[in-house]
Protein backbone atom coordinates (compact mmCIF):
# COMPACT_ATOMS: atom_id res chain seq x y z
CA UNK A 1 0.00 0.00 0.00
CA UNK A 2 2.97 2.38 0.57
CA UNK A 3 4.41 1.63 -2.53
CA UNK A 4 1.26 2.46 -4.36
CA UNK A 5 0.30 5.78 -2.52
CA UNK A 6 4.28 6.76 -3.21
CA UNK A 7 3.93 5.72 -6.75
CA UNK A 8 0.67 8.23 -6.20
CA UNK A 9 2.40 10.96 -5.07
CA UNK A 10 5.25 10.98 -7.44
CA UNK A 11 2.64 11.24 -10.35
CA UNK A 12 1.28 13.96 -9.19
CA UNK A 13 4.43 15.90 -8.31
CA UNK A 14 5.49 15.15 -11.95
CA UNK A 15 1.90 16.46 -13.09
CA UNK A 16 1.78 19.36 -10.73
CA UNK A 17 5.48 20.69 -11.95
CA UNK A 18 4.25 20.83 -15.52
CA UNK A 19 3.38 24.55 -16.81
CA UNK A 20 0.20 23.91 -18.96
CA UNK A 21 -0.45 26.13 -21.59
CA UNK A 22 -4.35 25.03 -20.41
CA UNK A 23 -5.06 25.48 -16.76
CA UNK A 24 -7.89 23.25 -15.88
CA UNK A 25 -10.34 23.57 -13.16
CA UNK A 26 -13.89 22.60 -13.26
CA UNK A 27 -16.99 25.15 -12.88
CA UNK A 28 -16.86 25.54 -9.25
CA UNK A 29 -15.20 22.76 -8.73
CA UNK A 30 -11.73 22.42 -6.16
CA UNK A 31 -9.31 21.46 -8.90
CA UNK A 32 -9.50 17.85 -8.27
CA UNK A 33 -9.84 16.89 -11.63
CA UNK A 34 -6.29 17.74 -12.49
CA UNK A 35 -4.74 14.99 -10.49
CA UNK A 36 -7.44 12.52 -12.32
CA UNK A 37 -5.60 13.56 -15.56
CA UNK A 38 -2.41 12.09 -14.59
CA UNK A 39 -3.76 8.61 -15.29
CA UNK A 40 -1.14 6.06 -14.10
CA UNK A 41 -2.62 2.95 -15.81
CA UNK A 42 -2.33 5.10 -19.33
CA UNK A 43 -1.29 2.72 -22.43
CA UNK A 44 2.17 2.85 -24.02
CA UNK A 45 2.12 3.87 -27.64
CA UNK A 46 1.23 0.74 -30.08
CA UNK A 47 2.90 1.56 -33.44
CA UNK A 48 6.43 1.64 -33.76
CA UNK A 49 8.25 3.96 -35.38
CA UNK A 50 9.14 7.24 -36.15
CA UNK A 51 8.16 10.52 -38.01
CA UNK A 52 9.71 13.25 -39.46
CA UNK A 53 8.14 17.12 -39.11
CA UNK A 54 8.94 19.77 -41.36
CA UNK A 55 8.44 23.51 -39.77
CA UNK A 56 6.15 25.70 -42.03
CA UNK A 57 7.66 29.21 -42.86
CA UNK A 58 6.36 30.76 -39.59
CA UNK A 59 8.73 27.78 -37.71
CA UNK A 60 5.64 25.54 -36.96
CA UNK A 61 5.16 21.80 -36.91
CA UNK A 62 2.09 20.98 -38.40
CA UNK A 63 0.84 17.76 -40.12
CA UNK A 64 -2.08 15.16 -41.15
CA UNK A 65 -2.44 13.38 -38.13
CA UNK A 66 -5.26 11.11 -38.02
CA UNK A 67 -7.57 10.99 -34.78
CA UNK A 68 -9.62 8.18 -34.37
CA UNK A 69 -9.09 7.11 -37.92
CA UNK A 70 -9.92 10.32 -39.47
CA UNK A 71 -7.38 12.68 -40.94
CA UNK A 72 -7.21 16.23 -39.16
CA UNK A 73 -4.78 18.74 -39.92
CA UNK A 74 -2.63 19.47 -36.85
CA UNK A 75 -0.03 21.73 -35.45
CA UNK A 76 1.80 20.51 -32.40
CA UNK A 77 2.35 22.73 -29.74
CA UNK A 78 4.69 21.57 -26.45
CA UNK A 79 2.75 24.17 -24.53
CA UNK A 80 -0.69 22.57 -24.88
CA UNK A 81 -0.88 20.11 -21.27
CA UNK A 82 -4.11 18.52 -24.01
CA UNK A 83 -4.87 18.56 -27.81
CA UNK A 84 -7.09 20.44 -28.52
CA UNK A 85 -9.92 20.93 -31.21
CA UNK A 86 -12.86 22.62 -32.24
CA UNK A 87 -16.35 21.89 -31.69
CA UNK A 88 -16.35 21.21 -35.23
CA UNK A 89 -13.89 19.19 -35.88
CA UNK A 90 -15.08 16.76 -32.56
CA UNK A 91 -18.37 16.56 -34.39
CA UNK A 92 -16.80 15.12 -37.17
CA UNK A 93 -15.01 12.61 -35.27
CA UNK A 94 -18.17 11.60 -33.95
CA UNK A 95 -18.46 13.45 -30.61
CA UNK A 96 -22.23 14.60 -30.41
CA UNK A 97 -23.42 17.83 -28.58
CA UNK A 98 -24.55 15.42 -26.18
CA UNK A 99 -21.56 13.86 -25.66
CA UNK A 100 -19.80 16.93 -24.76
CA UNK A 101 -20.05 18.75 -20.93
CA UNK A 102 -18.60 22.35 -21.34
CA UNK A 103 -17.59 22.11 -17.11
CA UNK A 104 -13.59 22.81 -17.63
CA UNK A 105 -12.88 26.80 -17.39
CA UNK A 106 -9.47 26.83 -19.71
CA UNK A 107 -7.44 29.87 -20.55
CA UNK A 108 -6.63 30.24 -24.11
CA UNK A 109 -4.73 32.63 -25.91
CA UNK A 110 -7.96 33.73 -27.39
CA UNK A 111 -8.99 34.22 -23.70
CA UNK A 112 -11.06 32.34 -20.99
CA UNK A 113 -13.48 29.98 -22.39
CA UNK A 114 -14.96 26.63 -21.26
CA UNK A 115 -14.15 23.32 -22.64
CA UNK A 116 -15.10 19.36 -22.91
CA UNK A 117 -12.86 16.56 -21.99
CA UNK A 118 -12.67 13.78 -24.49
CA UNK A 119 -10.32 10.99 -24.87
CA UNK A 120 -9.23 9.55 -28.68
CA UNK A 121 -8.85 6.27 -28.86
CA UNK A 122 -5.66 6.73 -30.99
CA UNK A 123 -4.01 9.99 -32.62
CA UNK A 124 -1.29 8.54 -35.65
CA UNK A 125 0.75 10.45 -37.79
CA UNK A 126 3.07 7.85 -40.35
CA UNK A 127 4.15 5.47 -38.49
CA UNK A 128 3.84 6.65 -35.29
CA UNK A 129 0.72 5.85 -32.94
CA UNK A 130 -0.86 6.70 -29.23
CA UNK A 131 -3.59 5.34 -27.85
CA UNK A 132 -6.10 6.68 -25.12
CA UNK A 133 -5.14 10.00 -25.76
CA UNK A 134 -7.14 13.07 -23.59
CA UNK A 135 -8.25 15.99 -25.06
CA UNK A 136 -10.38 18.87 -25.21
CA UNK A 137 -13.41 20.69 -27.18
CA UNK A 138 -13.53 24.05 -27.39
CA UNK A 139 -15.97 26.48 -29.03
CA UNK A 140 -15.57 27.43 -32.18
CA UNK A 141 -14.99 30.90 -31.83
CA UNK A 142 -12.09 30.00 -29.68
CA UNK A 143 -10.07 27.60 -31.61
CA UNK A 144 -10.35 27.20 -35.04
CA UNK A 145 -7.78 24.78 -36.01
CA UNK A 146 -6.43 21.89 -34.06
CA UNK A 147 -3.34 21.51 -31.35
CA UNK A 148 -1.37 18.62 -31.09
CA UNK A 149 -0.50 18.81 -27.00
CA UNK A 150 1.21 16.89 -24.42
CA UNK A 151 -1.02 14.39 -23.92
CA UNK A 152 -0.34 12.97 -27.27
CA UNK A 153 3.42 13.53 -27.15
CA UNK A 154 4.56 12.63 -23.72
CA UNK A 155 3.04 8.75 -25.17
CA UNK A 156 5.95 8.83 -27.28
CA UNK A 157 9.69 7.74 -26.21
CA UNK A 158 10.97 10.75 -27.21
CA UNK A 159 10.22 13.70 -29.73
CA UNK A 160 13.24 16.33 -30.75
CA UNK A 161 13.77 19.47 -32.60
CA UNK A 162 16.90 20.22 -34.67
CA UNK A 163 17.68 22.16 -38.10
CA UNK A 164 14.12 22.96 -38.43
CA UNK A 165 12.62 19.45 -38.36
CA UNK A 166 10.67 17.80 -35.11
CA UNK A 167 11.12 14.47 -35.21
CA UNK A 168 8.55 11.64 -33.08
CA UNK A 169 9.81 7.99 -32.43
CA UNK A 170 8.20 5.83 -30.28
Not at 13 to 21: D, E, F, L
Not at 37 to 62: I, M, R
Amino acid sequence: MLGRNLFLITIAAVAMSQIPKLIVMPEGGDGGSMVQAAKADAKPPVANGSYTLEANQAGHFSGDFLLNGRSVHGMVDTGATFVAMSETTARKLGFTGNSLNYKYAVNTANGPTQAAEITLDRVEIGGVRAESVEAFVLKDEKLDGTLIGMSFLRKLKSYSVENGRMVLKQ
